[in-house]
């Protein structure tokens, strides 16, 4: 069974830019959560997907935002990148919501803002 | 706001040497995993434990799991150069699906 898979697994932006990345869940996978890993901040959480609705979301400004499509594929925006939007980004399937213990993780994808 | 502190944050050891990672928090956890994750790839699970007291075993990695789940510790025994990367605690509270990750414990193993 394939993995997490993410794309792009590398972006460069400049600031004031927005960029979309995506992830397509393991097969079956209906749940899709968001992370940003950072040097500074280590990994935190964004927000999470279930069934096309966001069913919880991290502490971050409203720039960073998600969807879910019926296949289960997720997608994440950022607008307006500064520079410290700078990171990793790493999504993560379950199979349902509520199986924290369960998230697998895709390769990520590493955005470089300029 | 939820923290997790690994200890130590740097470990740089010779193989076949033992070594434990730790990991606490302040809060009670459902459940708590650790991944080890290596340059440019994301988290890789290892384990994930629920018990208050459960110890699990992956060949040479023996993960605990506090009485009362607020802190786990991970042993290697005898390291490889194999088991060089950065290992991540991460714990869920209640039904919550998003994990709090720890610090992270970066280990180097060398020949």
């Known amino acids: 069974k394939a993995g997490v898979t993410q794309t792009p697994r590398y972006l460069i932006k400049t600031r004031g830019q927005q960029v979309t990345l995506s992830c397509s869940p393991i097969s079956g996978h209906r749940s899709v959560s968001w992370y940003q890993q950072t040097p500074g901040q280590g990994l935190q959480f964004l927000f999470e997907?279930?069934?096309?609705?966001?069913?919880n979301k991290g502490n971050f400004p409203g720039r960073f935002s998600g969807r879910q499509f019926s296949n289960s594929r997720s997608e994440m925006n950022v607008s307006t990148l500064e520079l410290g939007d700078s990171a990793l980004y790493l999504c993560?399937?379950?199979?349902?919501?509520?199986?924290?213990?369960?998230?697998?993780f895709g390769p990520g994808t590493r955005l470089t803002v300029t | 706001t939820q923290l997790l502190e690994q200890s130590p944050q740097f470990l740089s050891i010779q193989e076949g040497e033992n070594l434990t990672v730790y990991c606490n928090s302040s809060s009670v956890f459902s459940s708590l995993q650790w991944y080890r994750q290596e340059p440019g790839e994301g988290p890789v699970l290892l384990v994930t434990v629920v018990t208050g007291g459960e110890v699990k075993k992956l060949k040479r990695l023996t993960f605990q799991f506090g009485d009362a789940r607020k802190d786990s510790s991970l042993h290697i025994t005898a390291a490889q150069t194999g088991d060089t990367g950065l290992y991540l605690c991460a714990g869920a509270y209640g039904t919550a699906s998003k994990l709090t990750f720890g610090t992270g414990t970066r280990l180097q193993v060398t020949l």
């Open positions: 997907y279930f069934s096309e609705t966001q069913r």
């Open positions: 993560a399937s379950s199979l349902a919501p509520n199986r924290a213990g369960k998230q697998y």
